[in-house]
């Protein structure tokens, strides 16, 4: 139950921590490992959609300074990449032939899921920018 509101977590590795509960909004979380972490009642505050229980992992969707931020099991990046990564059938980090059509289905969903997450948080990509500029008007660097 931690208040991290509006503190830099910029790149901090918060694997398998316990942040149950914890205010996340507004921190800068460009960069930062959660994977593992228990977001229970943490990521709603956040704007963090976490989704566990599919065949690729653990998925985590975050909104970031610079922009959404996805990780699905041992990848990660922008959900442009995501959607040109499984509209492949190439590529897959830990897929192969059958194993990719059984898991597409389910990361086109995350896919949608991710989509309608924005479209409810249409301003929160501005506001992180907004407060988190890399460097503030004297040149000074505040990332």
């Known amino acids: 139950r931690a208040d991290l509101r ?42 963090i959609l ?17 922009g959404w931020y996805l ?13 040109n990564l499984i509209a492949s059938d190439e590529g897959w980090p830990e897929a192969r032939g059958a194993e990719v059509k059984r898991r597409r289905p389910s990361l086109q969903a995350v896919v949608a899921l991710c989509e309608a997450h924005m479209r409810l948080h249409p301003k929160i990509i501005e506001e992180l920018a907004e407060k988190w500029q890399e460097t503030d008007s004297l040149g000074v660097d505040r990332g």
């Open 6 to 47: 509006g503190v830099n977590l910029r790149g901090a590795d918060l694997r398998d921590a316990d942040l149950y509960g914890a205010d996340l909004y507004g921190a800068n979380l460009t960069g930062i490992n959660l994977r593992g972490v228990n977001l229970r009642w943490t990521a709603r505050a956040a704007r």
């Open 50 to 66: 976490h989704l566990e229980g599919l065949p690729s992992g653990e998925t985590i969707f975050m909104p970031t300074p610079t």
């Open 71 to 83: 990780t699905v099991g041992c990848w990660e990046g922008n959900l442009e990449d995501f959607k």
